[in-house]
């Protein structure tokens, strides 16, 4: 008979297991810069959410107390720009080595909805800087959004664009880089496409299966 436990254990075995997680071995085409920019993606991601933290800690307009807080702010913009910067290079490579195949679909899928997520996540720290620009944005957004018929959005809001891009949308953007990497350390990276004679063959199914 079905049991909780032991389906649990069984699921969570390889995600969890340390030969997926701490692996000693790496295939030889993965050990190139283009493999690794979703890494490069992941740390500007962290950088991104330790300065949030700091700046959140301290209040909406911390950014100007002092040099430090300017410091903080600054490292936040930077991871931003840097977040996309690899997140776009990295989209080329997984496009270009055709990184969906051998079952990894989901991690494909996975990965745009990080993107898709990523947009707006930015979007809402740029309505809480509180300046002209963000207002102007808020309220030219504001239109679009009530026009798509999603009144309850306001961006116009800052409370609610504060805990958005605070709280909930970097709250989803982790959840969803969580399962993405999580996917390709059960998959494994996809191996390069085949040339000559080996065309014909289909790509071999990642580590773990379908
Ligand atoms: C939030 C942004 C993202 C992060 C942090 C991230 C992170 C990673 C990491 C660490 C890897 C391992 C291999 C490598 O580093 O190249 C990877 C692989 C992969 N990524 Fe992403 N990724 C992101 C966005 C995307 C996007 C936008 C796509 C495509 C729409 C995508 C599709 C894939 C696929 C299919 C793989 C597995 C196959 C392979 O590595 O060859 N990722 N990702």
Redesign the pocket.
Known sequence: MANWTQTSKELLGPVMSVETWLPTEMPEY?QGF?????????S??VACVGSGIVLAMNGAASWSYNDAMRFVAATHFWSVQA?FF??ML??W???F?G??RGG??M??????I??LV?VPTAFTGFLINGDLYSQWNAVQAKDGINALGLGWVNLSNAGQMFGMHVVVMPLI?TV??GA??T??RL????PPYPTGRDAAEPTPV?KGGR
Not at 34 to 42: E, I, N, P, R, V
Not at 187 to 190: E, I
Request: glycine fraction near 8%.
């Open positions: 993965a283009m493999y690794m920019l979703g890494s490069l993606t992941a500007s991601f977040f690899f997140m990295h989209l490579r997984v496009f080595t990184a969906w990894r679909g991690t494909w899928v996975l990965g745009a990080a993107f990523a953007l969803i880089i993405h990497i996917l390709v998959k494994s990276v996809v990642g």
